[in-house]
C-alpha cells in the first residue's frame, strides 16, 4: 500500500521546525533537537507513513488510542455533519444537546447496569482531575470531608495534570513538583519482579494486603478511594496475578473506600471485554475513560459513576461548583457514537475476544517461549508486554534493562515498527481492527527487533 501525503515542506524543514517551537512529551528535547524528531505525515488501517513516505506499521495504536484504526471515514462524515449542524454547544446550567444525550445512551449501554452517570472530559488526566474532585465532594456530601486520602500505586500513570501526577506513582514525575498532600502509594502487582519464591496467586494476595496495611496505617476514616489502572499500562503492561482483584475489592468494601478504576486504556475492548475491569471480574465504583471512546480522532475523556455515588452526588449534594468549557462537545460526542457503534456492529470486540485476541497472545508466547533475552510475555486481547530477562528461570531482570529496551524500540522504529519500551520492558497495543497478517508483521518486526536489540547490545 502506499500513501497519498501531501508534505508541504521538506522533512528537514519541519524538523527545524518543530525543534524551535516545541518540547516533546516525555524526551530530552535537546537531545531531540540533534537528531530532529519523526514528522509522521498520514495514517490508513494499522499503517502510518512519515513525511519521507517510509511506511510503519503501528504496534501502539497511536498512545493506546486509535482502536479502529486510521482513516475511518464514519467518523470523518460525524465530524463533518455535526460541525454543519451544532459545532458547539455545552453542559452547562440548565442547557444540554442531542448528540452528548445519545452518547450516553449508547455508552450505559455498554457498560454493566451498575453505572449510570458521566461527566464528560477532553482527556484521561482532565477526567482524573474530575475523579479527584467528585470523591472528595462525595465524602463531604457523606458527612466525612476528612475522607479525602487516595491511594495510587507506583508506576501507576493517570496524566500529567497535578492532581493526576499526584496521583500516579511515576517517582520521576513526583521530583519535579508533581506531588500533593492527601496521595499515597502502594506496590505494583509484579509478580516477574516482585514474587521472589511466592506462587503468583500467594503473591497477588500479599500485593493487594499493601492496600489494607497502608488504609490502616492512615486511618479508614482519612482514606477516600483507591485507584489503579487493571492492568498497568504506561508502567510497563503489567497484569496482576488473578488473586489480586477480589481482594483489593474485598478490602475497599471493608472499610469503605472508594475503589476506582482507570480504564483510558483498558476500556473500549483492548482486553476484549469492553472494559478492562470485566476481564478481571470486579466492580469499581468510577471507571475514567478516554482514548478508545473516539479513537483518539478527537479529544474526549469522561468519569463514570456507580449509581450508589450517583444517588449521593446527584440526589443529595445540591450543586457540584465543577464544569469544563468542552465538557460533552457535541463533535466529540458525535466521534464518539460513530466509533462506539463500529466497534459493536462490527462485531469488532468480540472478535478481539474470541479471534484476533487470542491468536495474537498464542503467537507471542510462541515466538518469545524460549527466546534468549525473553523471560516472560503478558497480556491479554490487543495488548501485551515482553519482559527482558537475563535468566528466566531465576527471574532475574537486566541491570540495564532500560538501555537494552530503548535501544529495542529503536531498532523496532528503523525496521518499520512502532512500539514502545516502558520500564524495561516492550509493550504492544496495535489498533483492535488489525487483522492475522498485520498481526503476524506485528510479531514478526517485534521479534526482528528483539534479535537485532541481542546482537546489537552484546
Ligand atoms: N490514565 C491512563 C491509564 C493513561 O494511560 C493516560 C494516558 O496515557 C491517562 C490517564 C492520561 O490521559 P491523557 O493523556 O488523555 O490526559
Not at 471512546?293 to 465543577?322: C, N, Q
Not at 533475552?373 to 534493562?401: H, P, T, Y
Request: aromatic share 10%; charged share 20%; glycine share 10%.
Amino acid at each position: 500500500m502506499t500513501a497519498q501525503i501531501n508534505p508541504t515542506r521538506s522533512t528537514q524543514d519541519y524538523q527545524a521546525l518543530d525543534a524551535a517551537h516545541h518540547i516533546h512529551a516525555f524526551l530530552d528535547q535537546k537531545a531531540l533537537n540533534e537528531k530532529g524528531a519523526l514528522v509522521i505525515a498520514k495514517g490508513q488501517g494499522l499503517h502510518l507513513w512519515d513525511t519521507d513516505g517510509k511506511r510503519y506499521l503501528d504496534g501502539m495504536s497511536g498512545l493506546w488510542c486509535t482502536a479502529l484504526g486510521y482513516g475511518r471515514e464514519d467518523l470523518n462524515a460525524a465530524a463533518t455533519r455535526q460541525l454543519a449542524e451544532l459545532p458547539y454547544y455545552n453542559l452547562f446550567f440548565h442547557t444540554t444537546h442531542p448528540r452528548v444525550i445519545e452518547l450516553s445512551e449508547l455508552l450505559f449501554s455498554l457498560l454493566p447496569a451498575h453505572y449510570s452517570h458521566a461527566i464528560y472530559t477532553n482527556s484521561g488526566s482532565e477526567a482524573n482531575e474530575v475523579l479527584i474532585r467528585s470523591v472528595r465532594r462525595y465524602w463531604q456530601i457523606l458527612g466525612q470531608p476528612q475522607k479525602k486520602i487516595m491511594i495510587g500505586r507506583w508506576n501507576g500513570y493517570h496524566g500529567s495534570t497535578l492532581g493526576s501526577t499526584a496521583l500516579g506513582g511515576m517517582g520521576f514525575m513526583h521530583e519535579m513538583g508533581g506531588m500533593l498532600p492527601d496521595f499515597a502509594h502502594i506496590g505494583e502487582p509484579y509478580y516477574f519482579a516482585e514474587g521472589g519464591d511466592l506462587s503468583e496467586e500467594a503473591f497477588g494476595l500479599k500485593a493487594a494486603r499493601e492496600l489494607e496495611a497502608k488504609i490502616l496505617e492512615l486511618g479508614a476514616e482519612n482514606v477516600a478511594a483507591f485507584v489503579a489502572e487493571p492492568f498497568q499500562g504506561a508502567g510497563g503492561m503489567i497484569f496482576p496475578p488473578a488473586s489480586y482483584w477480589a481482594e483489593i475489592q474485598r478490602i475497599c468494601r471493608q472499610y469503605d473506600v472508594l475503589l476506582c478504576a482507570d480504564e483510558v486504556i483498558g476500556g473500549f475492548g483492548r482486553t476484549g471485554e469492553w472494559f478492562a475491569h470485566e476481564h478481571f471480574g470486579f466492580q469499581p465504583d468510577t471507571l475514567t475513560i478516554a482514548k478508545g471512546l473516539t479513537s483518539g480522532y478527537i479529544p474526549m475523556g469522561g468519569l463514570v459513576f456507580s449509581k450508589r455515588m450517583a444517588e449521593v452526588l446527584v440526589d443529595r449534594g445540591g450543586v457540584f461548583a465543577h464544569g469544563l468549557t468542552y465538557s460533552g462537545h457535541p463533535v466529540a460526542a458525535a466521534v464518539a457514537i460513530a466509533n462506539l457503534k463500529a466497534l459493536r456492529d462490527e462485531g469488532i470486540v468480540s472478535r478481539v475476544k474470541n479471534d484476533t485476541g487470542p491468536y495474537l497472545q498464542k503467537l507471542l508466547r510462541e515466538t518469545f517461549a524460549n527466546h534468549p533475552l525473553i523471560g516472560d510475555v503478558q497480556g491479554a486481547g490487543m495488548v501485551a508486554a515482553l519482559q527482558f530477562a537475563e535468566d528466566k528461570a531465576s527471574r532475574k531482570r537486566f541491570a540495564n534493562e532500560n538501555d537494552i529496551a530503548w535501544h529495542c524500540r529503536t531498532v523496532g522504529f528503523d525496521e518499520g515498527l512502532i512500539i514502545r519500551s516502558t520500564l524495561g520492558r516492550m509493550i504492544m497495543a496495535p489498533a483492535l481492527v488489525a487483522t492475522h497478517a498485520e498481526l503476524d508483521e506485528l510479531v514478526e518486526k517485534t521479534k526482528r527487533a528483539v534479535d537485532r536489540t541481542g546482537r546489537e547490545l552484546k
